[in-house]
């Protein structure tokens, strides 16, 4: 562990959010491009998500990513990530996030934290593993009136 490979971890991370804040001010999927974060993730990237979530499950690729933000797109009207902190040692980073978003079926605003585990090797993410404290009061703000389980 070196503490340029922190210090580049961070700095990959940092950017990686600016891009997806900018991301979701653009309108989100129907109106910004994965290109604007493409330039952070590997090729071969892997983001496993909870299987409850609307968009869960395991998403691979720069194709695999550009599906996932169409579905939190979809899941999704707003999602800030209100407050963040880092925490990096060599590849491995962990970010805190407090995020504040409204669910797009039903309107309802939720205020959450996230804690994400990110692999991040020769200045590209990796891996994401995020890990929320509660999956079902997301997974009931996302599921639209007519939605069943």
Known sequence: M??????DSITVLTGM???????FAAGGPDEASFDLLAPFFAPNVVLHQADSLPYG??????????Q??????????????????F?????????LT?????????????????????????GKITEVRPFYWDTRVIADACAGPRATG
């Open 68 to 85: 996932f933000f169409l579905a939190m797109g979809a899941a999704w009207e707003s999602f800030d990530m209100a407050e963040q902190e």
């Open 87 to 95: 925490l990096a040692a060599g590849e491995t980073a962990v970010v």
């Open 2 to 7: 070196t503490m340029s490979s922190t210090t």
């Open 98 to 122: 407090q995020v504040r978003a409204r669910a797009r079926a039903t309107g309802r605003e939720l205020s959450f934290p996230i804690l994400q585990a990110i692999t991040v090797k020769d």
């Open 17 to 23: 959010y600016a891009a997806e804040a900018e991301y």
């Open 57 to 66: 499950g395991t998403w691979r690729g720069h194709s695999g990513m550009t």
